[in-house]
């Protein structure tokens, strides 16, 4: 976790929308305060309070509807990289399956003309 982060996620609280409760601005602020100054009776060091800030900010965001809280190139990146995989494991599964000595006898390379 980074500072970088942590100033990210103060910025983001600031920008939310006023419509939670008390209680729940309560905790936000709590875990910034304890986040700053170090233990304020909830018990957490300040690296793991910062780390629980971030986290409730986001969780925030989610419940308002913040745009930002889903991040698109993230999204495709991922999606990038489960879509290889899959197209991997089922071309290295085909030649797999060809190289069996059972299987390489009785097929010949005209029905791999697609590939």
């Given at each position: 976790?980074?500072?970088?982060?942590?100033a990210?996620?103060?910025?983001?609280?600031?920008e939310?929308p006023?419509n939670f409760?008390?209680e729940d601005?309560?905790?936000?602020?709590g875990?910034?305060?304890?986040?700053?100054?170090?233990?304020?009776n909830?018990?957490?060091?300040?690296?793991?309070?910062?780390?629980a800030?971030i986290v409730?900010?986001k969780e925030?965001?989610?419940?308002?509807?913040?745009?930002?809280s889903?991040?698109?190139?993230q999204?495709?990146r991922m999606?990038l990289y489960?879509s290889?995989?899959?197209m991997?494991?089922?071309?290295l599964?085909?030649?797999?399956?060809?190289?069996?000595?059972?299987?390489?006898?009785?097929l010949t390379?005209?029905?791999?003309t697609?590939?």
């Amino acid at each position: 976790m980074s500072e970088e982060a942590f100033a990210t996620a103060v910025k983001e609280a600031k920008e939310l929308p006023s419509n939670f409760s008390v209680e729940d601005m309560g905790v936000l602020y709590g875990l910034y305060k304890q986040s700053i100054q170090g233990d304020v009776n909830v018990g957490l060091s300040k690296e793991d309070a910062k780390e629980a800030y971030i986290v409730a900010v986001k969780e925030f965001q989610v419940k308002a509807g913040v745009e930002d809280s889903w991040q698109e190139e993230q999204v495709w990146r991922m999606e990038l990289y489960l879509s290889v995989g899959i197209m991997a494991l089922a071309i290295l599964s085909l030649l797999a399956i060809a190289s069996l000595p059972s299987v390489a006898d009785a097929l010949t390379w005209r029905e791999f003309t697609f590939v």
